[in-house]
């Protein structure tokens, strides 16, 4: 039970579920998930360990870059089933919406300052 009881804390908040949809656009840094959400990085990063923990989220470092995508759901048949429903869901809400709007104008070297 231990970890279908991990996975759905780990979407039990709002910012991460956003964090999820926004990962379903495209393999994003803290950075452009910093810009997109408006949270500090100590946040997205705390959120995107808890997601990682869950198995929802996976990352790959690429010289400077750590890119977090989500993960194809091997490892949890939980995290899986969740993150194929979730494709699915909250597309019409408005903070989605908004959130996604914004994806295209996310420039990590920009928003990193590098």
């Known amino acids: ?11 039990s908040d709002p910012n991460r579920v956003k964090i ?3 990962l379903q656009q495209k393999v994003m840094c803290v950075c452009e998930l910093q810009g997109a959400l408006g949270i500090s990085q ?3 990063s705390k959120h995107l360990k808890i ?9 790959q470092k690429d010289g400077l870059w750590v890119n977090y ?4 759901g091997n490892h949890s048949p939980y995290a899986a089933s969740l993150l194929g429903n979730i494709k ?9 919406a908004d ?5 295209p104008f996310l420039n990590r070297e920009e928003l990193c300052k590098l």
């Open 42 to 44: 100590p946040s997205v």
């Open 51 to 59: 997601l990682e923990e869950a198995g929802l989220v996976e990352y």
């Open 1 to 11: 039970m231990k970890p279908f009881v991990k996975v759905m804390k780990a979407l």
């Open 99 to 103: 959130l996604i709007k914004k994806v």
């Open 88 to 96: 699915h869901w909250l597309d019409d809400d408005s903070e989605v």
């Open 20 to 22: 999820v949809k926004l």
């Open 69 to 72: 995508y989500l993960a194809d």
